[in-house]
Nanobody, 118 residues
Framework: QVQLVESGGGLVQAGGSLRLSCAAS????????MGWFRQAPGKEREFVAS????????FYAESVKGRFTISRDNAVSTVYLQMNSLKSEDTDVYYC???????????WGQGTQVTVSS
């Protein structure tokens, strides 16, 4: 099993920035890809970004391209999501994920709330 713990969520004004972190533990050698999804109440979970083990391959949802950046530090088994130019529509619960494929869906964190006030 792989455990994922997110942090860094909170309340921010529109146009501001937040950096989410996700620390992985457990059988981390069994997963290579990591990513982020988000979900608003009453809506399906939406892909946000994903990254390969090496970090050379990254993928983004069209809605966040140019504003969000995913990165990872394998030395500390952590993936990050830098979110800039935040909009009210970015308000969601953000989930960290891990797995073998891109985008990864095998393991999920508990989620962290991001609220953007307009």
């Amino acid at each position: 099993q792989v455990q994922l713990v997110e942090s860094g969520g909170g309340l921010v004004q529109a146009g501001g920035s937040l950096r989410l972190s996700c620390a992985a533990s457990g059988r981390t050698f069994s997963v290579s890809a990591m990513g982020w999804f988000r979900q608003a109440p009453g809506k399906e979970r939406e892909f946000v970004a994903s990254i390969s083990w090496s970090g050379r391959r990254t993928f983004y949802a069209e809605s966040v391209k140019g504003r969000f950046t995913i990165s990872r530090d394998n030395a500390v088994s952590t993936v990050y999501l830098q979110m800039n130019s935040l909009k009210s529509e970015d308000t969601d619960v953000y989930y960290c994920t891990a797995g073998l494929e891109l985008p990864p869906r095998d393991y999920w964190g508990q989620g962290t709330q991001v609220t953007v006030s307009s």
